[in-house]
Antibody, heavy 117, light 110 residues
C-alpha cells in the first residue's frame, strides 16, 4: 500500500524559507514520478511541481518558478520541496503525490504551511 | 498555465446521474488523453477517480465514468449516493510539461 507522509510545515515569515519532506513507502520509489500540489484554505487544488524518476527532469508552476525547488533522495525514499522567498499567497496545505500515467494516484495527508508576520 | 474551467456547483437526487464538465484548450485537455478526476471530501486528501480520460483505478465504483470531446472532458456519476457529495477536480497534463487543475465543482446530493 502506498504511504506518503509529509513533514516540515509550519509558520514562517514573509521572505523566509521552509523545506518540506515527503517520506514514501509501500512502492518502488526510485523510478516513480512525484508531484507537489497545494490547496489554500477554502480554495481549490493547484499543481506546484513535478520530478521524474532519477530526478533529472523537473517542472514548476509559473507562480513558484525560481522560488521553489523540488528534489528527491532515492536512497532515503524521500521527496523534498525547498521553498524560498515565501509570500502570504503561498499559505496552503501541501500534498505530495505519486504519478502514474500522468495522473496523481497516491496522496499524502498534507502539511500546512502558513506565511505570516 | 490557466486553470481548467469547471462549474462551481452541481447537484442531483439519489439515484440520478450528474455530469461535470471541464474545459481547457488544445494545449492541455484537447491535446492529450491525460485527463484525470479527483474526489475530495472536506478535510481529506484528494482521491483519484478517473485517469487517462476513461480509466478507473481499482476500487472506484463503475458508477463513475469519464469522457472527452475536443477541449472538454466530463465526469459522470450515475446512481448518485449520499457519499458522492464532495468536491470534484479535473486535471490535465499540458504542452508545457506541466499539469493544471480545474477550479473544482461542489457536488450536492439533494
Amino acid at each position: 500500500e502506498v504511504q506518503l507522509v509529509e513533514s516540515g510545515g509550519g509558520l514562517v515569515q514573509p521572505g523566509g524559507s521552509l523545506r518540506l519532506s515527503c517520506d514514501a513507502s509501500g512502492f518502488t520509489f526510485g523510478p516513480t514520478w512525484m508531484h507537489w500540489v497545494r490547496q489554500a484554505p477554502g480554495k481549490g487544488l493547484v499543481w506546484v511541481s513535478h520530478i521524474k524518476g532519477g530526478g533529472r527532469r523537473t517542472s514548476y508552476a509559473d507562480s513558484v518558478k525560481g522560488r521553489f525547488t523540488i528534489s528527491r533522495d532515492d536512497a532515503k525514499n524521500t521527496l523534498y520541496l525547498q521553498m524560498n522567498s515565501l509570500k502570504a499567497e503561498d499559505t496552503a496545505v501541501y500534498y505530495c503525490a505519486t504519478d502514474g500515467a500522468y495522473a496523481l494516484h497516491g496522496w499524502g495527508q498534507g502539511i500546512l504551511v502558513t506565511v505570516s508576520s | 498555465q490557466s486553470a481548467l474551467t469547471q462549474p462551481p456547483s452541481a447537484s442531483g437526487s439519489p439515484g440520478q446521474s450528474v455530469t461535470i464538465s471541464c474545459t481547457g484548450t488544445s494545449s492541455d485537455v484537447g491535446g492529450y488523453n491525460s485527463v484525470s478526476w479527483y474526489q475530495q471530501h472536506p478535510g481529506k486528501a484528494p482521491k483519484l477517480m478517473i485517469y487517462e480520460v476513461t480509466k478507473r483505478p481499482s476500487g472506484v465504483p463503475d458508477r463513475f465514468s469519464g469522457s472527452k470531446s475536443g477541449n472538454t472532458a466530463s465526469l459522470t456519476v450515475s446512481g448518485l449516493q449520499a457519499e458522492d457529495e464532495a468536491a470534484y477536480y479535473c486535471n490535465s497534463y499540458t504542452a508545457s510539461d506541466s499539469w493544471v487543475f480545474g477550479g473544482g465543482t461542489k457536488l450536492t446530493v439533494l
